[in-house]
């Protein structure tokens, strides 16, 4: 009788086995941290200098808050993100419920003319933060449960809606900065969903009206102001056009090698108003030049790489989907922050990732890094 031989899929030849929770600890892309600490580094030295005039310790606090998003970034990493996934729409409503919740008097704390702050056990954080993280489950959940290789046009409304309720939640701070970050993510997961090229020229037309609309209501004087400055500094040289300006000057001076730290004249001599928040690269270019720009971009790109990589060999869908979502609204922060600085953005409240001082957004920044990890870690189980 002729023996029958078992054979053994290809697929399961190249499968790499489990080898349980230390051996798949170990082939995690750590690098995305390494170089999202690298990046922390620079944005505490960048820090120390830019507040070195300013009242109270701000190196010290955003040390801690580095420390603290290292903490919240292994946290991310313990819980399984499917696991998460199925409480995606609790989860959701959590964190619209923290934006609303800001928003009533007395509750909410005014900064910068935004109620955009809660006051938690001695510490101020930010629900739009949350939001981000919250939203980006919630919509890799729903976009992961759509069958077929294309969206349908129903569906990518239903994705705009999830985006669309903290949008308006946090423009009623009022932050329009904050509110823009959910467009990049909405985008970008949409994309990798799939998306047929006739949505994409529809988009592309409703955006234009949408545009004309949001600047006839949407927009407050001052915010108009700002978009006009931007296309016109000269319009107010020493009110709306006046940090722009000097950001340009800052960025300008740096040259190929920089002045050389703590010897800015921009940021030392306090021309550069929020120079350790939303107009650090101005400091960072100033102090360092072209050569201090060029190696933190290009950590940027490092880091952003290994992102990609991550979602490249993702377990499942789901995965591609939140590493995707979470990273293009941190790619956009990096890009419209450094377009802000070299004059070509309107100015708005978008700091930037790992260097600009400030505790929600550095948790948020460290909380990408947990979920990226989530991810990778558990591409090997349970498949």
Known sequence: MRRQSRSIPISGIFRRPDTGP????????????????????????????AAADLAGSYLSRQAVWVALGLTLCFIMLVFDYQRLASLALPIY?????????????????????????????????QPSEVAKLTTALFLARFLAGVAGERLRTREILQAAAIVALPMLLIKQQPDLGSAAMFVPMWAGMVWVAGVRWQFLVGAFLLALCAGGAIWTFGLQDYQQERVLTYLSPERDPHGAGYQARQSKIAVGSG?????????????????????????????????WGFLGVFVTLFLYGLFFLNVTEVAGRARDRLGILLVVGVASTLAFHVLYNTAMVIGRAPITGIPLPFLSYGGSFTLFCFAVCGVVLNVDYRRYVNR
């Open 22 to 49: 230390i051996g798949r600890l170990s082939t995690a892309r750590w690098s995305v941290l390494l170089f999202a600490l690298a990046l922390s580094v620079i944005g505490l030295v960048t820090v120390r200098s």
């Open 255 to 287: 040259a190929l090698s920089g002045r050389g730290y703590e010897q800015g004249t921009q940021s030392q001599l306090r021309f550069l108003p929020a120079r350790h928040t939303d107009f650090i690269f101005a400091v960072l270019a100033e102090e």
């Open 93 to 125: 409503l959590g964190g619209l419920g923290l934006l609303v919740l800001v928003l009533i008097p007395g509750v909410g704390l005014v900064r910068g003319g935004a109620r955009s702050w809660l006051g938690m056990a001695g510490f101020q954080i």
